[in-house]
């Protein structure tokens, strides 16, 4: 069964650095999604993304955030500068119509020191 | 704007004993409604939606869910729980022609032996 996958699954960084994390859709799938959960929160929207743009995107969703579909295959998510507050899970998610049901990755454990 | 309230963090039950996780929303429009469950160190698997028809909705593993629009709720039961439906559980919900999902936050559902 198709599924969406993460990379990596936990990465550690220093406040301020740049990171990207990556997630391969299903390959059919036309919708991507970002999430996050910070430790003892609810899962919460970040962005989602249709044909090569943003499509729709939280007030988390500042500049310090971006997406991109390099190669038709991958989706990532881009921090410019990371901030302790960063801390949390980052899920993608996918879908083949932005009515059906979204198809979570396992998810990628940011820590920020 | 949306929300959704799962009313209860934590819902512990015995082995065999039915189980009701509560879910209440608020929105403006139309919407569709779904459960997800999240096992350790996993990612977030679709249980079960309501996108149209009947309000009854039956999901995978013997869960089923219904959709009541009077009083804006989308409650989860299982007849008889088994020791591997220890996850938690979260309510989501998506405006009809939107893609965000938002969701609540999250039922710990612990079986007891």
């Known amino acids: 069964e198709p599924e969406v996958t993460q990379t990596p699954s936990h990465q550690v960084t220093q406040m301020g650095q740049e990171v990207i994390l990556r997630c391969v859709p299903i390959?059919?799938?036309?919708?991507f999604y970002w999430y996050r959960q910070i430790l003892g929160q609810k899962v919460e929207f970040l962005v989602s993304f249709y044909n090569n743009e943003i499509s729709e995107k939280s007030e988390i969703f500042d500049d310090q955030f971006s997406v991109e579909r390099p190669d038709g295959s991958n989706f990532t998510l881009k921090i410019r500068s990371t901030k302790l507050e960063d801390s949390a899970m980052y899920f993608c998610?996918?879908?083949?119509?932005?009515?059906?049901?979204?198809?979570f990755g396992p998810g990628t454990r940011l820590t920020v020191t | 704007a949306q929300s959704v309230t799962q009313l209860d963090s934590q819902v512990p039950v015995f082995e065999e004993a039915p189980v009701e996780l509560r879910c209440n929303y608020s929105?403006?429009?139309?919407?569709?409604l779904f459960w997800y469950v999240q096992y350790p160190n996993q990612g977030l698997q679709l249980l079960l939606k309501y996108l149209s028809g009947s309000t009854l909705v039956k999901g995978i593993n013997g869960f089923e869910a219904e959709f009541n629009k009077s009083q804006t709720s989308f409650h989860l039961r299982k007849p008889s729980v088994h020791i591997s439906d220890t996850a938690e559980y979260f309510c989501?919900?998506?405006?009809?022609?939107?893609?965000?999902?938002?969701f609540g936050q999250g039922t710990r559902l612990t079986i007891n032996p």
């Open positions: 998610a996918s879908s083949p119509d932005p009515t059906y049901e979204q198809y």
């Open positions: 989501a919900v998506s405006d009809h022609g939107a893609q965000k999902l938002v």
């Open positions: 390959s059919n799938h036309l919708y």
């Open positions: 929105s403006s429009v139309s919407v569709y």
